[in-house]
Each structure stands twice: as structure tokens, then as C-alpha cells.
């Protein structure tokens, strides 16, 4: 088996996000215990960056 799209099968069934207590988004890590989009179980602030919105958006929010 290579690389490809047979071995891609072998990947499932593993669940390796679940839903966010935070956040409520499905992008919690189990194995890292983090979640992905808001930063739950490192960081007590959400995980935001300035490179996330538009720019056009970011001048709208002030």
C-alpha cells in the first residue's frame, strides 16, 4: 500500500475531534486536549488572530 487513496481508508474510524465545550464547534482534539478554534484546554482566552476576518469586516468592528 502507498500513500494514496487506499491507505486513506485505514483512517477511518477514528474519532480525533469531538464538539468543544467552549465553542460548541466539532474541532476539540482528543489526543492534544485542545480545541482547535477557540483554544479550550491550553489557554483560558479564545484563540482569536487578526488574520481570521477580513479586512473589510475588521474595519466594520470598530
Do not use: D, E
Not at 460548541?24 to 481570521?52: E, H
Amino acid at each position: 500500500m502507498g500513500k494514496g487513496t487506499p491507505s486513506f481508508g485505514k483512517r477511518m474510524g477514528k474519532t480525533l475531534h469531538i464538539r468543544c465545550r467552549r465553542c460548541g464547534r466539532r474541532s476539540y482534539n482528543v489526543k492534544k486536549k485542545r480545541c482547535a478554534a477557540c483554544g479550550y484546554g491550553q489557554s483560558k482566552r479564545i484563540r482569536r488572530y487578526s488574520w481570521q476576518t477580513k479586512t473589510l469586516n475588521r474595519q466594520r468592528l470598530i
